[in-house]
């Protein structure tokens, strides 16, 4: 009795996550829609004002953006074929974040008309450079250990006949 309830609810739990991981996936790909139109809207914008320098800094935000997203679906992707997501998506998508506001920032006060401390913050952008690095190192270790896990897995999964062997088996 118990361990019939407990499938069910195991059964209503896994059709539940699926709902959830297409909401996501339809989430994902309206955000994806939303921010291209708000690009293309900041391009004709900055044509129509003649301020290419504001349309430059809005765009490439605007692309980092759509980067973090399309790393997002590639996760979802590969979570719904395989059943399996990696936590290397959320460092990659903390990488990118670094980097648009280590791009995006000095040329939004620059655009800005802010003075030259505030363009050059050296305690903002050095935690910013070290976060990077910290989650740089840690990105590698990750993807490292995964390659080294596939790798065995694979070895173990095909076992290979030394050539010196081959002959022995005839």
Do not use: C
């Not at 074929?81 to 990659?92: D, S």
């Amino acid at each position: 009795m118990i361990s019939s309830f407990e499938d069910r609810l195991l059964g209503a739990l896994h059709a539940f996550n699926h709902i959830l991981h297409a909401f996501l996936a339809i989430a994902l790909v309206l955000a994806s829609m939303m921010v291209l139109w708000e690009f293309a809207m900041a391009v004709v914008h900055s044509f129509e004002m003649n301020n290419l320098a504001h349309g430059f800094l809005q765009a490439l935000g605007t692309l980092f953006i759509v980067w973090t997203l399309s790393s997002l679906i590639s996760a979802e992707i590969n979570y719904v074929q395989t059943g399996v997501f990696h936590v290397v998506v959320f460092i990659e998508v903390a990488m990118i974040t670094l980097l648009r506001q280590l791009i995006v920032e000095p040329v939004r006060t620059a655009t800005a008309g802010q003075n030259v401390e505030q363009l050059t913050n050296p305690w903002h952008y050095g935690l910013l450079l070290a976060s990077l690095l910290v989650i740089g190192i840690l990105h590698k270790l990750v993807t490292s250990s995964e390659k080294k896990s596939f790798d065995q897995d694979l070895a173990a999964s095909h076992y290979i006949i030394p050539d010196n062997q081959k002959n022995d088996l005839h």
